[in-house]
C-alpha cells in the first residue's frame, strides 16, 4: 500500500494542525495505520495508531492532545494536533502495518510540522 502524507507546516504555539494520510490501495481499510514523528538529532517516536476496527493507542506522553481517526471510505487517516508546542517539531510520518506482520512495511514520506512563534 503506497502513503501520502500531507498537512503539515507553520504553527504558532497552542495552534492545531490536521495531518492526513491518504492512498489509493483498496486494502486500506484493513492496515493498521499508525503516526510516527522525528525530531532533528532524535529517534523516531511512535505517536499513536488506529487499527480497522478502531481501536487506538497512543503515546503516554502524547494522549489528550493528539487523536488519530480513519476514514476508510476515503482511504485516509487523520492526525488531528490540538495545543501544539515548540518540542512538536519534527517530520511526521505515516505507515502501515497488515494485521499479524507486526512491523510496519509501508511508509508515507512525511510532513514536516514546526510549531514556532
Known amino acids: 500500500v503506497q502513503l501520502q502524507a500531507s498537512g503539515g507546516g507553520l504553527v504558532q504555539p497552542g495552534g492545531s494542525l490536521r495531518l492526513s494520510c491518504a492512498s489509493s490501495d483498496h486494502t486500506f481499510s484493513m492496515y493498521i495505520i499508525a503516526w510516527f514523528r522525528q525530531a532533528p538529532g532524535k529517534e523516531r517516536e511512535f505517536v499513536a495508531r488506529i487499527d480497522r476496527y478502531g481501536t487506538i493507542y497512543y503515546s503516554d506522553s502524547l494522549k489528550g492532545r493528539f487523536t488519530i481517526s480513519r476514514d476508510n471510505t476515503k482511504q485516509t487517516a487523520y492526525l488531528q494536533m490540538n495545543s501544539l508546542k515548540p518540542e512538536d517539531t519534527a517530520v511526521y510520518y505515516c505507515?502501515?502495518?497488515?494485521?499479524?506482520?507486526?512491523?510496519?512495511?509501508?511508509w508515507g514520506q512525511g510532513t514536516q510540522v514546526t510549531v514556532s512563534s
Open positions: 505507515a502501515a502495518q497488515w494485521p499479524g506482520i507486526g512491523s510496519y512495511d509501508h
